[in-house]
């Protein structure tokens, strides 16, 4: 099994980026699908974006498509979520997951192991 820390959560006005970080320990990294998803108060947790293991294909939630980059490094074994022209609505708890199968996967259920969460918080 793996476990996953994220880190990079902040306060950032609209318009700011962030950089979110994903550090994975324990199993073979590499073999593991990797996932962002965040939840918004009093809203469901949503797909953000995944990368296969290869970091050579990824998938995004529309409503990022274009301002959210996702990227992992194999040999530090982290992944991380690249965030830029952020809004109010982006503001979530951003949680870092990962999935032993090799397919990209843009439902929270098919995610094995799960970090507590990072804040984002975007102030207009």
């Known amino acids: 099994q793996v476990q996953v820390v994220e880190s990079g959560g902040g306060l950032v006005l609209t318009g700011g980026s962030l950089r979110l970080s994903c550090a994975a320990s324990?199993?073979?990294?590499?073999?593991?699908?990797m996932g962002w998803f965040r939840q918004a108060p009093g809203k469901e947790r949503e797909f953000v974006a995944t990368?296969?293991?290869?970091?050579?294909?990824?998938t995004y939630a529309d409503s990022v498509k274009g301002r959210f980059t996702i990227s992992r490094d194999n040999a530090k074994n982290t992944v991380y979520l690249q965030m830029s022209s952020l809004k109010p609505e982006d503001t979530a708890v951003y949680y870092c997951?990962?999935?032993?199968?090799?397919?990209?996967?843009?439902?929270?259920?098919?995610?094995?192991?799960w970090g507590r969460g990072t804040q984002v918080t975007v102030s207009s």
């Open positions: 990368i296969n293991r290869s970091g050579g294909s990824t």
């Open positions: 324990g199993d073979f990294f590499v073999m593991y699908t």
């Open positions: 997951a990962a999935r032993r199968s090799g397919t990209l996967a843009t439902t929270d259920l098919l995610y094995d192991y």
